[in-house]
Each structure stands twice: as C-alpha cells, then as structure tokens.
C-alpha cells in the first residue's frame, strides 16, 4: 500500500511511501506515522517527511508492547521532536533511515533485539531511551549534534560498532555498552 499523508498502519504488510510530505500542524506527542500491527515494512522510498518543528510529534510512532518484526527502511524524517518513537517492539530492524534537525533521532524504551545500521543522525541527538535488550547499532554516522550526543541508551547488551561520531559532544554515554572499532 502507497502511503501519502499521516496515517495508522493497522495491518500486517508492506507499506511505501511515495513521496516527500510535511506536516503543518501535529499535537506535540502525536505520531505521525503510527505503526499498530505486527510484521510490518515500511519502505520510504528514500523520501522525506516534514514536521513543523523540532520539539514537536513524531515522523513514526510504534507503541505496542505485542507488536514485534517491524522494520522500518529507506526513509528521512526532519524537523520532528523524534523521528522514530520506538517503544517495545521486539526483533525489529531500522535501515538506512536519516533523522536531521530533530531534537532526537530515534527514542527507543524498552526494545528487546532491535538492529539500527546504515543510518545518519545530523544536528540531531541520536538515540537514547531506556529499559532496552539486545540493542545493535553498526555502521551509521553522528554528525553535528554538538550539543547532544550520538547514543545514550541505557540496555542490557548493547552493542555499538563501526560507527562514526563527528562534531558532537558526546559519542557514547551508554553504561555497559560493548563498544568497536566506532571512529
């Protein structure tokens, strides 16, 4: 299914977006993107959605504890308090996906075997959260947040390698974080 505007996933399947949309007007912990299903793809076609600031809602919102294999690919989100609003959702995958001028990228609370890889995170903190398992974050960048910090996820088992950190004021501050060959 193409998807255009704002809306709730509500059902298993592939999801597309096919163009570059804004957001005008959002209530400040809104989604705007809400994911409320299981075994959901949501593809953004390498396409960006607009928020109306960035203290403001969320570009995708998944809240349900049930819900588990979402993944969420190719997409950019700017201008949003949080890109992605990540709570609980268990073996789930973000991929290539770009938060720039939001106040955080991705907030992840209580995940359990989430991956984040090949993602950029610009003037924007990058992922924090709590309560989290079996967190991987590989080969992505963190650039130009110079007052925030690239990951601050407090997880048992997290694992945070080859990655790179530029302009930044804090890399890692990740307690019993296994970090790697990040740069």
């Known amino acids: 299914a193409d998807i255009s505007s704002c809306t709730t996933i509500d059902q298993p399947g592939t999801y597309n977006i096919g163009n570059d949309f804004s957001v005008n007007s959002i209530g400040q912990t809104d989604g705007c993107l809400v994911v409320d299903s299981s075994d959901v793809v949501l593809d ?51 991929e290539n996906f770009t938060a720039r001028n939001t106040l955080r990228g ?32 590989q080969n992505s960048s963190f650039i130009g947040a110079n007052t925030g910090t690239g990951i601050d996820i407090e997880s048992t088992s997290l694992v945070v390698k080859d990655n790179y950190f530029g302009d930044i004021s804090t890399g890692i501050d990740s307690p019993n974080a296994d970090i790697k060959d990040n740069y």
Do not use: C
């Open 106 to 137: 991705v907030g992840a609370y209580n995940n359990q075997g989430t991956l984040i890889q090949h993602s950029r995170f610009i003037n924007s903190s990058g992922i924090a959260g709590n309560g989290n398992q079996n967190i991987t974050v």
């Open 44 to 94: 953004g076609g390498d396409y960006t959605i607009t928020g109306p600031d960035n203290r403001t809602g969320y570009a995708i919102e998944i809240t349900n504890s049930h819900f588990s294999n979402i993944t969420i690919r190719n997409l950019s989100a700017e201008q949003w308090r949080e890109g992605i609003r990540w709570h609980t959702p268990p073996s789930s995958l973000i």
